[in-house]
């Protein structure tokens, strides 16, 4: 199995650990919002384009709510839930797409789920696993660094960093201090459930604080 594969089975299980109604860290969202979510990216064509497309989010949020409201009891929240585990259409596009498109956001959903009620202990990771998530941190992060001005350097808890982007004039760079798996959970805006520290001139600080918020 691919590491997206195995990430979208512990999604899965996450997902079934909880009910219906288990709040998220994605606001406004319960479990069952986010695996309506899930089937939609990988099955509607509206639903995938509404994620990249500003004008067709509002139409991509309705079909979620209106999969989402069909999942209320357990039983049709398992059968959602099923859909997810089964995987997308092979029509669609993202059944081809691999690792960059899945392994991030299946991960960091799965932390969502799992940390939606609270903090939890963060999983156990294979190493191999570990090597693939900073793989496609260090290759697509910068992207969620688009709003903010100062230069980022993430530096793993085994010393390890890389530069996501220098900083513009006038601005400075802050140090973003976490375990591979937590430095993920910043980047993709959930950095108030996220176990990182981020380091430096307290203007420069309050820059990225003001756009990926952490504890």
Known sequence: MTW?????????????????????????????????????????AVVGLGIAVPALSARAEAAIERLADRAVTDGEYRD????????PA???????AGEPANL???????????R????????????????????????GGGLRLRGVPVGVV??????????LRSPRAGHGTVVVRGPVAELVLYLFGRGTAADV?????????ASIEA?????
Do not use: K, M, N, Y
């Not at 959602?80 to 995987?87: H, K, Q």
């Not at 991030?104 to 799992?114: P, Y």
């Not at 993430?154 to 530069?163: A, F, P, S």
């Not at 520290?197 to 600080?205: E, L």
């Open 90 to 96: 092979r029509w669609h596009p993202i059944s081809w």
């Open 104 to 114: 991030v956001e299946f991960f960091v959903h799965t932390e969502d789920v799992r």
């Open 4 to 44: 997206h594969e195995i990430e979208r089975a512990q999604l899965t299980q996450a997902l079934l650990d909880v009910a219906p109604e288990a709040p998220t860290l994605c606001e406004g969202w319960q479990a069952r919002h986010l695996a309506a979510h899930v089937v939609l990216r990988e099955r509607s």
């Open 197 to 205: 520290r981020v380091d430096g001139d307290p203007d420069d600080v």
């Open 116 to 139: 939606g009620g609270g903090p939890v202990p963060a999983r156990e990771l294979d190493p191999d696993h570990v090597a693939a998530l900073w793989s496609q941190l260090v290759r």
């Open 211 to 215: 756009v990926l918020p952490s504890r």
């Open 80 to 87: 959602l839930v099923a859909r997810v585990a089964d995987g």
């Open 154 to 163: 993430l530096v793993r808890d085994d010393g390890i960093r890389h530069r």
